[in-house]
């Protein structure tokens, strides 16, 4: 195996609405309240006040990076009205994490938007490119000492939540359903219900991130990109013309949008078949994960192969974890998706950092059920529990991938 250079990325992400709490000017906190049958954020874990304890237990295990967010509706809570303070407070963590010798990388939008936002007619709306560009010229304002930026996370997945949205507003869908299925009963909708993304709308997250990404450029040093949602999809026999359309869709649109950029986000949990009618739901499995996704630790070399293949950028893995609550599986499950990116790498594969979703327990947006965390927590009393997890991979983290490559081959 090739040796990673010393700046290579070892840590861990979140996103702001998951774990702040009390995010109540987001449209997806009005979600949560109108939605039945999702379960509300509330106050999340509290990492909003307990950033430098998080960012302190991820760089003592031995980690140099931790990925986290910048919440647009704290920092715009109504249209043109900028919280100095908000801008103050992510530009306190992104000096925590310096000052902890941890390379901070910032998403600038993670799912959520403000609510006035949404209630305009959110990326669709003929204001979006205008309010999106005006957000990011601010929020640049604080991103000194940034070398790593992503513009949006998972337009892919935000293209498929606003194609529900428009269903259910519709009275084409009976219930909301959230990107993340929690649970046995709600198994059989994945992927059988949540559609694939229009390329309308694809069309129009590319766009949006295209309006953007030069602002970045303008105002800081930072490498500017976007993180991708990758399925790692395979044909069942037969359908291999039908996968290149499936897949089109659902990942190369935007896979092809990254093109000009600094870099691409891999997002990668499991894998999936495509037959002629599409999309084939995950099997009943006694290995399927909390979410009822199949295992699948091979899904994150897939995924790099396919992203280096479409782009030839560099690449970051921004999110792969597991939803157990077995930390022992966790750690096999890792220890086999590493596997699989390092032989990608040495295959040719461009790959600058690995940051495991994610380093909290933390809410799934309309779920507490899901734990994907290296670091549990108390939601009484907020009190942080590392789990082993957290040590096996700091130390991956802290030999540069050193003790992993030693471990696979003896």
Do not use: C
């Amino acid at each position: 195996m090739n040796h990673l250079p010393a700046s290579f990325l070892w840590g861990a992400s979140t996103a702001p609405h998951q774990i702040e709490g009390n995010n109540i000017n987001s449209d997806w906190w009005a979600r949560e309240a109108m939605m039945p049958g999702m379960e509300p954020s509330g106050d999340a874990v509290d990492s909003y006040h307990r950033y430098r304890e998080d960012m302190e237990l991820l760089a003592h295990a031995g980690f140099n990076a931790y990925r986290f967010g910048i919440e647009w509706a704290r920092i715009e809570p109504r249209p043109g009205q900028i919280s100095r303070a908000e801008l103050a407070h992510y530009r306190r963590m992104i000096d925590t994490a310096l000052e902890l010798g941890l390379e901070p990388v910032i998403t600038l939008q993670h799912f959520t938007t403000p609510a006035w936002f949404a209630a305009e007619g959110g990326w669709l709306s003929d204001r979006a490119i205008d309010r999106f560009q005006s957000f990011v010229t601010t929020a640049t304002q604080i991103l000194g000492g940034v070398n790593w930026v992503a513009t949006m996370n998972e337009p892919n997945m935000q293209a498929m939540t606003i194609m529900i949205q428009e269903a259910y507003q519709s009275g084409h869908l009976a219930e909301w359903q959230s990107p993340t299925v929690d649970g046995e009963a709600q198994r059989e909708r994945i992927a059988a219900n949540l559609p694939v993304p229009e390329p309308r709308i694809g069309h129009r997250m590319v766009e949006l991130h295209h309006a953007v990404r030069d602002i970045v450029r303008e105002h800081t040093d930072a490498k500017v990109g976007w993180t991708i949602a990758n399925p790692a999809l395979t044909p069942t026999p037969g359908n291999e013309d039908k996968l290149v359309e499936v897949r089109y869709a659902q990942e190369d649109l935007y896979l092809q949008g990254s093109r000009g950029d600094d870099w691409v986000g891999v997002q990668s949990y499991s894998s999936q078949q495509v037959d002629q009618n599409g999309i084939v739901p995950h099997p009943e499995h006694p290995d399927n994960t909390q979410t009822g996704a199949a295992y699948r630790p091979d899904a994150l070399e897939m995924a790099v192969r396919h992203t280096w293949e479409v782009t030839k950028l560099p690449i970051l893995v921004t999110e792969n974890g597991i939803p157990t609550g077995d930390d022992d599986r966790r750690i096999a499950y890792t220890t086999e998706a590493l596997r699989g990116m390092m032989a990608a790498i040495d295959d040719g594969a461009d790959v600058r950092g690995y940051l495991h979703w994610s380093l909290l327990d933390n809410y799934e947006w309309g779920h507490w059920h899901p734990t994907f965390g290296l670091i549990a927590v108390d939601r009484e009393t907020f009190e942080r529990k590392p789990k082993p997890s957290l040590t096996w991979l700091g130390d991956i983290a802290h030999t540069n991938g050193a003790s992993l490559t030693e471990a696979l081959t003896s």
